[in-house]
């Protein structure tokens, strides 16, 4: 299960801050650029489930809306409102 929303942010600054660290990583150091790539990655992977995620829950929302926040329109058998007593 992805991270929510709310943890987005925090994830698209750790994948900022591991490209920059990336590209500013020696050719010596293939062992911490094959770890760090792979950390990158994740976070790529993270980010695009949350957005995939906040993607569907909005659909849901938009068709999956309560009775209450629906405009009824009368029955059409209905031969208006009842008489008062």
Known sequence: MAPG????????????????FLGQLGTTRKTE??????DYDRAL???????AASTVDEELSENL??????VREPHPGRHGPAPKR
């Not at 650029?33 to 792979?38: I, N, P």
């Open 65 to 70: 809306r309560s009775p209450a926040d629906r």
């Open 45 to 51: 992977r993270v980010i695009s489930e949350i957005d």
């Open 33 to 38: 650029r094959t770890r760090l790539q792979a």
């Open 5 to 20: 929303p709310c943890h987005r942010p925090v994830w698209a600054e750790h994948a900022e801050r591991t490209e920059i």
